[in-house]
């Protein structure tokens, strides 16, 4: 919308192109640029030397890192003190108590998402940015409340409304399997297949095809949201996002505040033109939680009343949170329903000493992740291990680690193996659920365990001449012996570090006669224990 | 503005649609357009095989040596030829471990196929472990096949492949072998000499598995007579094989017990090369099966005695 001053002109070019939010804009461009190059950067790559390791020394989890409420309700579900994402997240928050939510604004990929779907979806269809409805906007109060509360019972809950965890799952399962798949199939084609042999693997993709579960699931949340804004702009920040509902709660006294001068001739341009609907009846007074500082209200100003500026006084804004004492105890309330029934629910009963949980054989943790308490209480479902592991063998659980779990990472040996000399899934994940190893310590890091199904299996029930699970196994965990004058598979469960290669590369899929179960999953002994107990 | 279509409309709809088809199709995983069945690989040469094995103190001499008793890789390529060379790179494992080709094994191959003129050198396998990468890495030969300036590449997609006929197989009747084999001028075979727990010994027979895309068709319908089946329809011009350093036990992945042999052997006769292989490891070349299943295919001499030229 082009700001003309009172004479009906055009504002100059200059003044046009050199102000806030043109910076703002572009500062955003740039934190989504950052974004998409994290996640490009988030792939495993070899040196000559045959170490696979991330292609860059940079954290490709930093969006993670900078997010306060992913570090607050892990630390607070986990009862520690997780060192990075203090170093990261502390400085946004003091930046946020010190300049109000310009993250929202300038920063949050998801955000950005939801501008430009506005720009390019949405425009035509809304005249203005609709009435808010206060209601509404205090749910993401409610949900915040919740989400903490229910870390304070040591459920963690921020995974189903952060931003970024949000983002980043849409990217790995809606965006990056679809557009491998439209690259590759050029790729394939007779004429490029020879002239662009890049197509099919390159930096940014494994050489082979991804696919996710429940792909679908990601896909129809992110369209909701997306599709949110056609009912009012930044539906989601205004009304659902728990970040967004911390960040205006701590710049209560933010230092750059919206000022409006006598110059105002109550035009309301402000008031459609605000993207929160933080500037209500009165244009002289906004909401200071709810502005997320996108300068739009500067720029539409016909008189240039409206400026965004540091400032002490306090006189035209309101610190409205639509929260009330009765909302805040019922938030609670929903936290401690939600970390009780979570706690309750049958999966999360775990059977004998071990704490293996009962919710399902086939629930195998990546390798070196913490006991499953801890892991549910750290694990905010991000989605980068993910999108790093080389084989697409980890993907998101389902019913596996029951509902505590949904969408946490669990192997899928059908799919892909654990690779042997791989360690990547422990350098992205931004809450360290899964915990550093390297990659000679993978032997003593027991997973699950692999059985044969002899019914199955063709040599057992055949007298065929197969052993791939024996001749595939990287740890020397399938053995085999003569019997009745066929050599027959064996499984050495102190060797078998239940990483799947047998199951995968099993002839009999998809459910394969030699399958890992999580019986032999030993997180509940330490790394120590483990190899103890396999030389034993 | 009308709402009608206009030609231009009607004109994009139609583009869009056929892109569609265009990139829709081609992402089936058969991958673009696929030819009917077609004949597989046979060796140029005919006639009674060779056989001649290198036994100098250095790998890349071995080489030279075994491939110059039977006449020089010159008698095998011709100037300007497109040579595919298979190397054993299945394994993410090092050099050392053998469980896959030596890198200097590959780099003798592949500068003697350059000294002979070959106009496009391709080093190709299909790998077993992932990720590929990593295992062209490990195993030395992508450090070497740049070192040698040539291409190499892991054959990870379906697309590479293209289904042939085995009209003389017992189990096997048809399969999808590499694009790439079946229009090299020059298939240059070069397994890794090793133990097998199903097989007992993997040699250049069993190494060209990985030539092919199904692998878990041959262990199912029985890996043996697959090995000998296959063989009938696709055979390379030169069979190197690596007994450098062998592989005696848990292969052919490993880790295991290992020996320095010191040897190479080149042949044009598959059968006998492995019939030679089978005595580095103490063994009778008729009790490995899939050996013997060859021969009496008429694939070659399980007498490699008589086929030795040095």
Redesign the interface.
């Known amino acids: 919308m082009k700001a003309k001053n009172p004479r009906g002109k055009s504002k100059p070019l200059r003044e046009r192109l050199y102000n806030m939010q043109t910076l703002r804009r572009a500062v955003q461009l740039l934190f989504f640029a950052l974004f998409i190059y994290l996640f490009a950067l988030t792939i495993g790559r070899t040196d000559s030397e045959g170490n696979l390791g991330l292609p860059a020394p940079i954290p490709v989890d930093f969006f993670f890192r900078i997010d306060p409420l992913v570090g607050l309700t892990t630390m607070i579900a986990a009862r520690k003190t997780i060192t990075i994402l203090l170093l990261y997240g502390i400085p946004v928050v003091l930046l946020t108590v010190l300049l109000g939510r310009f993250f929202c604004g300038w920063i949050c990929p998801l955000g950005t998402t939801l501008d430009a779907a506005n720009s390019l979806f949405f425009k035509s269809r809304r005249s203005s940015t609709s009435k808010p409805s206060f209601i509404t906007r205090s749910w993401k109060y409610i949900i915040l409340v919740a989400v903490l509360t229910a870390a304070v019972f040591s459920a963690q809950a921020a995974y189903l409304f952060d931003p970024i965890t949000i983002i980043t799952r849409a990217m790995t399962f809606v965006v990056y399997a679809p557009v491998q798949l439209v690259i590759r199939s050029l790729g394939t084609t007779e004429f490029l297949s020879e002239r662009a042999p890049f197509l099919l693997e390159n930096g940014f993709f494994y050489g082979h095809q991804f696919f996710y579960r429940m792909n679908l699931v990601f896909f129809a949340i992110f369209i909701a949201i997306i599709a949110a804004e056609a009912y009012s702009r930044r539906f989601w920040c205004r009304n659902l996002c728990p970040l967004g509902a911390l960040l205006g709660l701590i710049s209560q006294v933010s230092l750059i505040k919206r000022l409006v001068g006598n110059t105002c001739i109550d035009c309301g341009r402000c008031i459609r033109e605000c993207k929160m609907s933080a500037i209500c009846d009165d244009p002289r007074e906004y909401i200071a939680p709810e502005c997320i500082y996108c300068y739009s209200c500067t720029k539409v100003c016909p008189t240039d009343a409206t400026r965004i500026i540091p400032a002490t006084s306090s006189a035209t804004y309101r610190i409205d949170t639509d929260m009330t004492r009765r909302r805040a105890l019922q938030a609670i309330g929903i936290g401690i329903g939600w970390a009780a029934l979570v706690h309750t629910n049958l999966a999360t009963k775990t059977v004998r000493e071990t704490g293996i949980k009962s919710s399902s054989p086939q629930l195998i943790r990546p390798p070196g992740s913490l006991p499953e308490p801890e892991f549910l209480d750290r694990c905010v479902r991000c989605s980068e291990c993910m999108k790093v592991c080389p084989t697409n063998g980890l993907q998101p659980a389902l019913t596996e680690a029951g509902i505590e779990g949904l969408w946490t990472p669990i192997l899928v040996p059908k799919i892909g193996e654990c690779a042997q000399n791989c360690n990547l899934c422990s350098k992205v994940c931004p809450t360290q659920a899964i915990q550093p190893f390297e990659k000679d310590e993978k032997q003593h890091i027991f997973i699950g365990t692999a059985v044969i199904d002899r019914s199955q299996c063709i040599v057992w029930n055949g007298d065929k001449a197969c052993l791939i699970c024996e001749e595939y196994c990287s740890y020397l965990a399938v053995h085999f012996r003569e019997v009745d004058g066929v050599r027959r598979p064996f499984v050495n469960e102190k060797k078998c570090t239940g990483c799947g290669k047998c199951e995968s590369a099993c002839p009999i899929q998809p459910q394969a006669a030699i399958r890992v179960f999580s019986f032999g999953d030993k997180r509940h002994m330490s790394r120590e224990e483990q190899k103890f107990w396999s030389e034993s | 503005m009308s709402d009608k279509l206009s030609r231009r409309d009607l004109l994009t709809a139609a583009l869009g649609t056929v892109a569609a088809f ?3 199709g ?2 089936s ?1 058969k ?3 696929q030819p009917e069945s077609s004949a597989g690989r046979r060796p140029k040469t005919t006639g009674p095989g060779k056989l001649a094995v290198g036994s100098e103190k250095d790998a890349g001499k071995s080489v030279r040596a075994a491939v110059a008793a039977l006449g020089g890789m010159s008698a095998f390529v011709k100037k300007g030829d497109f040579v595919v060379i298979k190397p054993n790179a299945a394994w ?1 494992r ?1 050099p050392d471990m053998a469980a896959t080709t030596h890198p200097d094994v590959l780099l003798a191959v592949s500068e003697l196929c350059k000294e002979a003129g070959a106009g496009d050198i391709l080093v190709i396998d299909h790998l ?7 295992v ?5 030969l ?2 070497t096949a740049d070192k040698a300036g040539v291409r190499i ?2 054959a ?2 379906q ?2 492949y293209r289904k042939i006929d085995i009209p003389d197989g017992k189990l096997l009747k048809s399969d999808e072998v590499l694009k790439d084999v079946l229009k090299a001028d020059v298939f240059i075979n070069l397994p890794k000499a090793k133990t ?4 007992k010994l993997t040699l250049g027979l069993k190494n060209l598995m990985g030539v092919m895309w199904n ?3 041959w ?6 007579q697959s090995i000998a089946d296959f063989a009938t329809a696709v055979r390379p011009d030169l069979t190197i094989l690596d007994a450098t350093r062998i592989l005696l036990t ?1 292969g ?2 490993g ?1 295991g017990e290992t020996k320095d042999v010191g040897q190479v052997i080149a042949g044009t006769d598959l059968v006998a090369v492995d019939a030679y292989g089978a005595t580095l490891f103490g063994m009778k070349p008729e009790d490995i099966e899939h050996i013997r299943l060859a021969h009496e295919a008429k694939l070659g001499e399980i007498d490699f005695a008589r086929l030795m030229v040095k």
């Open positions: 265009v990139i829709g081609c992402s995983t991958g673009g357009s993410g090092e077993i472990d992932q990720p590929s990468e990593m062209l890495a490990l195993t030395g992508k450090k590449v892991a990870q997609n697309s590479m097998h727990g199903e097989t692998r878990q068709a262990h199912s319908n029985g890996l043996h848990n052919p992945k880790p």
